[in-house]
């Protein structure tokens, strides 16, 4: 059901960057950090941000600002994620 849910796009239409046209979101360079920062700053005030995440890292997208933070920051948080699992069970 959660999964499910994840999976399902309906909180796009709340997504503070919808309808941008521009590559703000997706910098070819991520330590190009003007454009970062100017993506996480659209991110720090949208609705969404939490489904965003989350779906980013559950369909496993590699490229772009996901949630407020760059493919770099996903994978760490994958991994904390992952150790505090394994830790768990
Ligand atoms: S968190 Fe950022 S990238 Fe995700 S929907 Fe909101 S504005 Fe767009």
């Known amino acids: 059901m ?3 849910a994840l999976m399902e796009t309906e909180w796009r239409e709340l997504a503070a960057c919808a309808g941008r046209v ?4 997706f910098p070819v360079n ?11 700053a659209v991110c720090e005030g949208c609705p969404v ?3 965003c995440l ?4 559950e369909t496993g997208q ?3 600002i996901w949630g407020g933070l760059t493919s ?6 994958r991994r904390k994620w992952k ?6 069970s």
């Open 72 to 77: 770099r920051e996903r994978r760490q948080l």
């Open 2 to 4: 959660f999964e499910q």
């Open 22 to 25: 521009d590559d703000l979101f």
């Open 62 to 64: 590699t490229e772009g």
């Open 54 to 57: 989350a779906y980013s890292i």
């Open 30 to 40: 991520e330590s190009d950090f003007a454009r970062v920062r100017a993506a996480k």
């Open 83 to 88: 150790s505090a699992s394994r830790r768990a």
């Open 49 to 51: 941000r939490a489904e």
